[in-house]
């Protein structure tokens, strides 16, 4: 089946910077991708849509300028969390659609630690 | 309103026997998609089965089949012979209408295989 990867796979940083998680389609272009945040023993809550070319699309209650969403070709989604707090502490995954109705594939998830 | 319930916070089975997980759902939408994702202690997402809501049978994928009762809305996963390694949590999403569309997961399952 086709591949999506996530880099990093997991990242530390200090409270105030800046981290940036990339989502990429290996093996198939994808005009959309989904960006979810899944808190320790908690379901994936979907954040974005990111939509290739275009602005993207939030989730009620996620902060936009928080979470930056750049989604500059067809196989590639980036995700900014600005400012970081530890709050922002949590497993980030990305997926993106195939062409068939089952098909949602996602990435390894990037596991985000703020200290 | 949930869209996505999931009832069984954890259960547990014995090796080799069946069980089953509990999901149901709520959409006022005719075209929709049920999936069932099994997530380990690493994080990565593993796609099991899925059901369109205009698929005439029930699904199966091997070990998995999935209990679909729409006028109920239930999308129940069964796991047939369970083994040691189906230990994690398991996840019931539903995509609303055709196409790229997000995904909405319930709270999961978190389930346990004995010896």
């Known amino acids: 089946g086709a591949v999506v990867s996530q880099h990093p796979s997991w990242v530390i940083c200090k409270s105030g910077t800046s981290v940036k998680i990339e989502c990429r389609s290996l093996d198939f272009q994808a005009t959309t991708m989904f960006w979810y945040r899944q808190f320790p023993k908690q379901s994936l809550m979907l954040m974005a849509t990111s939509n290739e070319g275009s602005k993207a699309t939030y989730e009620q209650g996620v902060e936009k300028d928080k979470f930056l969403i750049n989604h500059a070709s067809l196989t590639l989604s980036t995700l900014t969390v600005t400012s970081a707090h530890p709050e922002d502490s949590s497993f980030y995954i990305c997926s993106a659609p195939g062409a068939g109705a089952s098909e949602q594939y996602f990435g390894p998830g990037t596991r985000l630690t703020v200290t | 309103a949930q869209k996505i319930t999931q009832t069984q916070p954890g259960m547990f089975v014995q090796e080799k026997e069946a069980v089953t997980l509990d999901c149901t759902y709520d959409t006022s939408d005719p075209s929709y998609g049920l999936f069932w994702y099994k997530q380990p202690s690493s994080g990565e997402m593993i796609f099991l089965i899925y059901q369109g809501s205009y698929d005439q049978q029930n699904a199966t994928e091997g070990r998995y089949s999935l209990n679909f009762q729409k006028a109920r809305k239930s999308a129940n996963l069964v796991i047939s012979a369970s083994q040691l390694g189906d230990s994690a949590m398991y996840f019931c999403?539903?995509?609303?209408?055709?196409?790229?569309?997000?995904?909405?997961f319930g709270a999961g399952t978190r389930l346990a295989v004995h010896p």
């Open positions: 999403a539903m995509r609303e209408g055709p196409g790229y569309n997000k995904l909405i």
